[in-house]
């Protein structure tokens, strides 16, 4: 079992950077891929991106790819998020969600999540 707390969102201009942090208990934190999430007001929880357990595979959604950067400290049970050049249709509450699936990018694949954190990106 893995518990996971995020932390890191905010108001910021568009233009703007923020880093997310997802903050893991449990021993087994490695053996998780490691994913992020994001639901806007009204829609479908959508997936952002998603770190393999060693860090050596990363995804991407395409609306994210060459903006936001996924990365995890397995030493400090933690993965992150860099989003750069954020845009106001990025604005939405981003989660954290762990699973022992390899290249998962559907949320129905994630056991694990957190309660998320906002982001909110003025024009």
């Known amino acids: 079992q893995v518990q996971l707390v995020e932390s890191g969102g905010g108001l910021v201009q568009a233009g703007g950077s923020l880093r997310l942090s997802c903050a893991a208990s449990?021993?087994?934190?490695?053996?998780?891929?490691m994913g992020w999430f994001r639901q806007a007001p009204g829609k479908e929880r959508e997936f952002v991106s998603a770190?393999?357990?060693?860090?050596?595979?990363?995804y991407y959604a395409d609306s994210v790819k060459g903006r936001f950067t996924i990365a995890r400290d397995n030493a400090k049970n933690a993965v992150y998020l860099q989003m750069n050049s954020l845009k106001p249709e990025d604005t939405a509450v981003y989660i954290c969600?762990?699973?022992?699936?390899?290249?998962?990018?559907?949320?129905?694949?994630?056991?694990?999540w957190g309660q998320g954190t906002q982001v909110t990106v003025s024009s």
């Open positions: 969600a762990a699973t022992y699936d390899d290249y998962a990018i559907i949320a129905r694949e994630y056991e694990h």
């Open positions: 449990g021993r087994t934190f490695s053996s998780y891929t």
């Open positions: 770190v393999s357990w060693s860090g050596g595979f990363t």
